[in-house]
């Protein structure tokens, strides 16, 4: 009685989405039940997918929050895009010729998701018209998305990148005092600029006395940085 009942409301969930309003309720129950459609459930904080993995389905999330991060030198994510219900992950991926992931997903809170493997979804989009259709939408809207937030991800300031990091690495340890984790070279790289663009805009925000710097550390000056 109580499976039934997940999967009563999975089959909810999903008839929320509308990747899956194609189907009939009786025709996602038979797809759940003959392991074609697979639930996963992932604890907060769980690693779904590591840079490099190699993308073999696609995975539609039921419930929870998923994020896109990227890790720096020194083990710490850095969070690009985050996908709520609905979300599909693999979709701009799975037909590809290199099927694999470009950057760390994570499970933010515990995540439930749908997974379909390459071969029965390529079977649905054989045999069901509206399915294709519906997925060819979905995966292109899905895509737009995602390239729109890298895309604003990628173009913040060298200014911007800096606060972030300082407010994440202050969150972390609770400190005025940021000991730097890497070296000022490997950092520029993780922000994508060069190390002199970095270091003149280090050299600007101390000028400007919001924060201090040496070597080692960068010492936040005024406490407003941490509202930016």
Not at 11 to 19: D, N
Not at 76 to 100: E, H, Q, W
Not at 119 to 137: I, S, V
Request: proline residues 1%; contains cysteine; aromatic residues 10%.
């Amino acid at each position: 009685m109580k499976g039934g009942m997940i999967v009563k409301n999975h089959i909810k969930k999903m008839k929320e989405i509308p990747l899956f309003d194609v189907f009939s309720k009786e025709e996602i129950e038979k797809y759940i039940n003959e392991g074609s459609f697979q639930i996963n459930t992932y604890k907060k904080d769980s690693i779904i997918h590591m840079d490099g993995d190699e993308c073999t389905n696609i995975e539609v999330i039921l419930s929870g929050n998923v994020v896109v991060d990227r890790i720096d030198y020194s083990g710490n994510l850095f969070t690009i895009t985050d996908f709520k219900m609905g979300g599909v992950l693999g979709a701009n991926l799975l037909f590809s010729k290199r099927p694999y992931y470009p950057l760390t997903i994570t499970a933010s809170t515990e995540t439930t998701m749908l997974k379909i493997e390459k071969d029965f979804l390529l079977d649905l989009l054989w045999t069901n018209r509206n399915f294709l259709k519906a997925y060819l939408e979905f995966s292109s809207t899905n895509t737009a998305r995602l390239t729109s937030k890298l895309k604003h991800s990628v173009n913040k300031t060298i200014r911007e990148n800096i606060v972030n990091y300082i407010k994440y690495m202050y969150s972390k340890n609770n400190s005025l005092t940021i000991k730097l984790t890497m070296t000022k070279k490997q950092l520029a790289e993780n922000f994508g600029v060069n190390r002199t663009s970095l270091s003149r805009e280090l050299k600007k925000m101390k000028e400007e006395g919001l924060i201090d710097y040496d070597n080692n550390s960068i010492i936040i000056k005024d406490e407003t940085i941490l509202n930016m």
